[in-house]
């Protein structure tokens, strides 16, 4: 009892001090940002590998292509459940466990025998990796007050997202090209070890004692509903988690027709999936420029209305592909579905930034709780997009077209319920 009620005083009075006594270190950034790295590396890098997977598992490639829902399921789950447990028991905790617990996972998907062992594992190995998505953003938060510097230091974990998306498919496509598929999630094994050992030897704890929180299920519920309710949140929530849906069809069908029916290498394939990835941080780019200058709501409505325009387009070209293209034409079909996708998939740049601005902006106070929502409905519907494009046999570019564009649609009728008079155009 007595040990007891003095370890109390001395983590509060520890935990009054500064993190980082002389400012924050520049190498924290760099830290936050490979441990942020886990989730889209872990979404990414194994694409180029589902045909590879689906002769291995002697399975089918909708079987194959709904690990990748399986894996935006567990993420969805994650990051509802690893913000409060963040809030409550300190930052280093959550990112300890999540990491190993993806370290294990992934080491099981490396040797798992069979399409569902495989499964199981890779569901466990995505709520692991879910700390990683919330946790570091967290941290930000705690050690930089001054609103520029945290934008500063949030837009290095952004890049994050953006440049992983081009390196980790290229790297999966070598691995399928030469070695086994295995090899990639022996890899995750290692990069979530690696993880654990930075956050246990190298990230302070950065949520001082007295500032954690015990949040009851209740209160949490409460806040989500009341999120929901509000329409300004709950329809550009939605915009972003449509977006994401469009996003995943491709993600989810591109390896099978591009691989499979295009007859592309998994190494060509990776190299197509990094060029689509440049135009969207292009167009990323475009509208940090563009904000500021032109209204967020009209680059938004810009931004859905091109992609609409993409996937009717890309639609179009497949069903021509398949119905009507002769064995000599498949060479302008790639080409075209490749432009289609582009004008489909680019804007999602503009669109996603803007969408969850406005999304945030009526909630300063409840920022982690709004974002944390609006990330699980996009996995959700990223989900969703993986079940669907699942049902269908990857036996044209159809599918793929019609999911995008099914997304796309969506959103345009989420764009339309806007608020009137919020958001611009």
């Known amino acids: 009892m007595i040990s007891s009620s003095m370890e109390r005083p001395v983590a509060a009075h520890e935990g009054a ?187 302070p704890e950065t949520l001082p004692y007295q500032k954690r929180q015990s949040l009851s299920p209740i209160t949490l519920l409460t806040r989500y509903v009341t999120l929901l309710g509000d329409r300004g949140y709950s329809v550009y929530a939605m915009v972003t988690a449509c977006s994401t849906f469009m996003s995943f069809s491709y993600l989810t069908a591109a390896p099978f027709v591009f691989v499979r029916l295009f007859h592309f290498s998994p190494l060509h394939f990776s190299m197509l999936f990094g060029v689509m990835a440049m135009f969207m941080i292009g167009a990323s780019q475009v509208n940090g420029l563009l904000v500021g200058r032109v209204d967020p709501g009209r680059l938004l409505s810009g931004g859905v209305v091109l992609s609409v325009v993409g996937t009717v387009l ?37 669109i996603f930034p803007n969408a969850m601005m406005m999304a945030l902006a009526d909630h300063p106070s409840q920022a982690g709780a709004a974002s944390a929502l609006a990330g699980t409905l996009q996995y959700v519907l990223g989900a969703l997009a993986g079940v669907v494009v699942g049902l269908f046999a990857a036996t044209s570019a159809l599918p793929m077209a019609g999911c995008m564009c099914l997304g796309a649609l969506m959103m345009l009728g989420m764009h339309a319920l806007r608020p009137i008079g919020r958001g611009g155009a």
Not at 103 to 126: E, G, K, L, M, Y
Not at 322 to 343: C, P, Q, R
Request: with cysteine.
């Open 314 to 350: 890309m639609v179009g070209v497949s069903l021509w592909g398949g119905w009507y293209a002769s064995s000599a034409s498949k060479a302008y079909e790639v080409w075209l579905v490749i432009a289609t996708m582009v004008l489909a998939l680019a804007p999602t740049g503009i």
């Open 17 to 203: 001090r500064p993190v980082f006594a002389s400012g924050v270190p520049g190498w924290l950034a760099l830290l936050l940002g490979f441990l942020t790295a886990v989730g889209p590396i872990s979404t990414d890098i194994y694409l180029p590998a589902f045909p590879a997977m689906e002769q291995s598992f002697h399975t089918t490639a909708g079987n194959v292509q709904f690990t990748l829902a399986i894996w935006f399921v567990g993420l969805a789950i994650g990051q509802l459940s690893v913000g409060p447990l963040a809030d409550r028991y300190g930052r280093r905790m959550p990112l300890l466990v999540g990491n190993a617990l993806y370290a294990a996972a992934s080491a099981v998907c490396a040797f798992a025998p069979d399409i569902t062992t495989f499964s199981i594992a890779r569901f466990v190995a995505s709520v692991g990796a879910s700390a990683s998505l919330v946790v570091p953003t967290a941290c930000v938060r705690d050690v930089v007050s001054d609103r520029a510097a945290g934008a500063r230091m949030m837009s290095r974990l952004i890049m994050v997202m953006g440049v992983v998306p081009i390196l980790a498919p290229m790297l999966g496509g070598l691995v399928v090209e030469f070695v086994s598929w295995r090899i990639i999630f022996w890899a995750s094994a290692v990069y979530g070890v690696a993880c654990v050992a930075l956050v246990l030897w190298v990230l």
